[in-house]
């Protein structure tokens, strides 16, 4: 019985982590592996767009930001697409 509660548990903590797989913007979603057209026409143009560099300072990618409802979205593009969604940071 412990093993099933301790099992339950780790699901439920991690499981909030799944859930930025996507990101709901009215009736549009928007998900990991979408293009940034799709996420322009769901979205619009993001607050500020962040160069990602590695540790040579070439550019990887772009961190593009929105401000919804009082709290940062986040979202990670690497060529053309959203690699990683971001809430509240």
Same mark, same amino acid.
């Given at each position: 019985m412990r093993r099933i509660a301790a099992v339950l548990l780790l699901f439920v903590l991690a499981s909030p982590a799944w @859930? +930025?797989?996507?990101?709901? +913007?009215d009736a549009r979603v928007i998900a990991v592996g979408d293009s940034t057209?799709?996420?322009?026409?769901? @979205?619009?143009?993001? @607050?500020r767009i962040v160069q990602l560099q590695n540790e040579y300072g070439a550019v990887t990618g772009e961190r593009w930001e929105y401000d919804i409802d009082g709290k940062t979205v986040g979202f990670t593009i690497r060529n053309g697409k959203v690699e990683r969604i971001d809430e509240g940071r």
């Open positions: @859930a +930025f797989d996507t990101y709901r +913007f057209g799709k996420l322009v026409q769901a @979205a619009g143009h993001p @607050a």
